[in-house]
Structures are given as structure tokens and as C-alpha cells.
Antibody, heavy 121, light 109 residues
Framework: QLQLHESGPGLVKPSETLSLTCSVS??????????WGWVRQPAGKGLEWIGT???????YYNPSLKSRVTIAVDASKNQFSLKVNSVTAADTAMYYC?????????????WGQGTLVTVSS | IVLTQSPGTLSLSPGERATLSCRAS???????LAWYQQKPGQAPRLLIY???SRATGIPDRFSGSGSGTDFTLTISRLEPEDFAVYYC???????????FGQGTRLEIK
């Protein structure tokens, strides 16, 4: 059974960089049938797509976040990561990683449980 | 493409039928429309992909339909565990990416 698990600091200071890792178990991140994505959700609000990566390293970002976001993959560790630069309080949210199915609208069929990141001094 | 879900909140009783709407600002292929259920403190759960295909393990009381710009999630007979927030999601090509609707909260009446 595929499992995804987000990890990283729960508290980040304003203007600093938010860094999270998603560890994948029970399956290979090098699958040609899947992409790997990040989605966030501020408390009490809706879902926002951050970006997606293919195992080859090709990335796709939400245009509204593109200038501050970097997603990378480490196939040797079966992990992918998220970095968001110059964070503000508006970046405070639950961050989810998900497996997205290629060729079918990138729907997320497996999700991590999420990790809460708070931006505060 | 902007996805608008309606109603914002739907109040129904167990056993009733729920109809949730997702309307897109532009036409797109129904192959790229998905629905999720999210309960408090949990990650989203995939219900429907390709507008009408149920994901693995999803009960058949959940069904999806629609095309063009108008899509619908129907729950035929509500069970207590169905009260949650539902999101639609669309995939776009230019540039490649996904968009979520703002969600519909299904609450017990």
C-alpha cells in the first residue's frame, strides 16, 4: 500500500525559507505513470495547488507562486521536496503531498496526512 | 479556468439525495475533472475522476456526471459519514496545472 509522509519544520520565520520533504513508501517515485505534487490549505479555507514534479525532474508550478517555489525529486531516497522562499503569514497552512496520476488530469489518488506550517516570528 | 462550486453549504438529512455543482469558466474535457471529499483533520480523499469514474473503494451511492462547463456530484442516499466538504478539481494544459473549486460544505440538517 502506497504511503506518503510529509516532514519538516512546523514553524518558519517571516522572510525565511519553508522546506518540506515528502517520503514515499510502498511504491517507486520513479513510476512513469505518476507525478508528485504539493497542495496547501490555510485553516478553514480551500485547497491550493502549489506544484508538481515528474520523476525526471520536470516541474510545473502554480503561476501565483512560481517565483518563490522550488520542487525537487530525489529518486535515490524515494522522496520529493518543496521549498518556498520569502514566506509571510499568508503561507501559513496545512501542506499536503500527493501522488498524481499521469495522463488523467493529475488527480491525486494517494495523499499524505499533511503537515502544519506556521509562519511567525 | 476558474471553478465555481455551488451551493457553498448544503444542509440535508441522512437518507436524502445530495446534488453538488461545479461550474467552469471555460469548456474543458470531462476527462480532467475530479471530485474529492475532505473531513475535518483529514487529507482529501479522491471520489471521482474523469468526471464519472469512481475511485477504488468508493461506494456506488457516489456518482459524477457532466461535460463542457457543468459538472455534478450526486450522493444518492446520504449516510452519516458523507457529511464533509467536497471539492472539484480541473486539469488545464496551458500552462499545465490544476485548479480546485472553493468547496461545498455538506452539513447535517
Amino acid at each position: 500500500q502506497l504511503q506518503l509522509h510529509e516532514s519538516g519544520p512546523g514553524l518558519v520565520k517571516p522572510s525565511e525559507t519553508l522546506s518540506l520533504t515528502c517520503s514515499v513508501s510502498g511504491g517507486s517515485i520513479s513510476s512513469s505513470d505518476h507525478f508528485w505534487g504539493w497542495v496547501r490549505q490555510p485553516a478553514g479555507k480551500g485547497l491550493e495547488w502549489i506544484g508538481t514534479i515528474y520523476y525526471s525532474g520536470t516541474t510545473y508550478y502554480n503561476p501565483s507562486l512560481k517565483s518563490r517555489v522550488t520542487i525537487a525529486v530525489d529518486a535515490s531516497k524515494n522522496q520529493f521536496s518543496l521549498k518556498v522562499n520569502s514566506v509571510t503569514a499568508a503561507d501559513t497552512a496545512m501542506y499536503y503531498c500527493a501522488r498524481q496520476v499521469a495522463g488523467s488530469g493529475w488527480y491525486g489518488d494517494y495523499w499524505g496526512q499533511g503537515t502544519l506550517v506556521t509562519v511567525s516570528s | 479556468i476558474v471553478l465555481t462550486q455551488s451551493p457553498g453549504t448544503l444542509s440535508l438529512s441522512p437518507g436524502e439525495r445530495a446534488t453538488l455543482s461545479c461550474r467552469a469558466s471555460h469548456i474543458f474535457s470531462s476527462s480532467y475533472l475530479a471530485w474529492y471529499q475532505q473531513k475535518p483533520g483529514q487529507a482529501p480523499r479522491l471520489l471521482i475522476y474523469g468526471a464519472s469514474s469512481r475511485a477504488t473503494g468508493i461506494p456506488d451511492r457516489f456518482s459524477g456526471s457532466g461535460s463542457g462547463t457543468d459538472f455534478t456530484l450526486t450522493i444518492s442516499r446520504l449516510e452519516p459519514e458523507d457529511f464533509a466538504v467536497y471539492y472539484c478539481q480541473q486539469y488545464g494544459f496551458s500552462p499545465p496545472g490544476i485548479t480546485f473549486g472553493q468547496g461545498t460544505r455538506l452539513e447535517i440538517k
